[in-house]
């Protein structure tokens, strides 16, 4: 059974900068598709970053052109580098993964995705 655990996670002012990193047990990341999500306090679950097996990304409008989404195949680690951070991007990040599919589903169906990690909280103050 495929195992996710995240880290990275802190507290940054507002323009800086953190990478998470989710280390998966078993298989390479490239073999099926890996995402984070995030969720705040009194909000749902949202979709942030997607990344098929064949390298296409998917980003949430809100992080496009400061979160970055890749994967070291070798160390068996999906990383989200977030840049340019906002205190709206406080939530905890999750990572996971739909370990049935190659192309990942959309953000926005999380159902599909079968694998979670615990998360990793990020805090952006202003």
């Known amino acids: 059974q495929v195992q996710l655990v995240e880290s990275g996670g802190g507290s940054v002012q507002a323009g800086g900068s953190l990478r998470l990193s989710c280390t998966v047990s078993?298989?390479?990341?490239?073999?099926?598709?890996m995402a984070w999500f995030r969720q705040a306090p009194g909000q749902e679950r949202e979709g942030v970053a997607s990344i098929d097996v064949d390298g296409g990304t998917t980003y949430a409008d809100s992080v496009k052109g400061r979160f970055t989404i890749s994967q070291d195949n070798a160390k068996k680690i999906l990383y989200l580098q977030m840049n340019s951070l906002k205190p709206e991007d406080t939530a905890l990040y999750y990572c996971s993964a739909d370990t049935w599919e190659r192309l990942c589903p959309s953000l926005s169906l999380l159902s599909e995705y079968n694998t979670w990690g615990q998360g990793t909280q990020v805090t952006v103050s202003s």
């Open positions: 078993e298989y390479t990341p490239s073999s099926y598709c």
